[in-house]
């Protein structure tokens, strides 16, 4: 079994930024996609930011220019850098983890229990 925990959410104000992280542990073999969804309030949940197991990031248009992932493969961990926070990105994040638990196995999907950040004054 492959668990996903996130951290780093909160209240911060407008103009200010917060850096999420997501740890994957377990009986992993192997990661492909990471990635950072959210879901507001009477929202649907959506794409913030992917990347692969190389280190090529997908941003939703919403956030280019101000929110930045990354990953440290050794850690089975991906980070979610965001500045210039607004009011607008207030939601639950959640990550996701495409992994193997075993060499030519099948891909799963795995996705933690979510944080929450506020933007708000």
């Known amino acids: 079994q492959v668990q996903v925990v996130e951290s780093g959410g909160g209240l911060v104000q407008p103009g200010g930024s917060l850096r999420l992280s997501c740890a994957a542990s377990?009986?992993?073999?192997?990661?492909?996609?990471m990635g950072w969804y959210r879901q507001a309030p009477g929202k649907q949940r959506e794409l913030v930011a992917r990347?692969?197991?190389?280190?090529?990031?997908n941003y939703a248009e919403s956030v280019k220019g101000r929110f930045t992932i990354s990953r440290d493969n050794a850690k089975n961990t991906v980070y979610l850098q965001m500045n210039s926070l607004q009011p607008e990105d207030t939601a639950v994040y959640s990550c996701?983890?495409?992994?193997?638990?075993?060499?030519?196995?099948?891909?799963?999907?795995?996705w933690g229990q979510g944080t929450q950040v506020t933007v708000s004054s």
């Open positions: 996701n983890a495409q992994a193997r638990s075993y060499n030519g196995g099948r891909l799963y999907y795995y």
């Open positions: 377990g009986s992993i073999f192997s990661i492909d996609d």
């Open positions: 990347i692969t197991s190389g280190g090529s990031p």
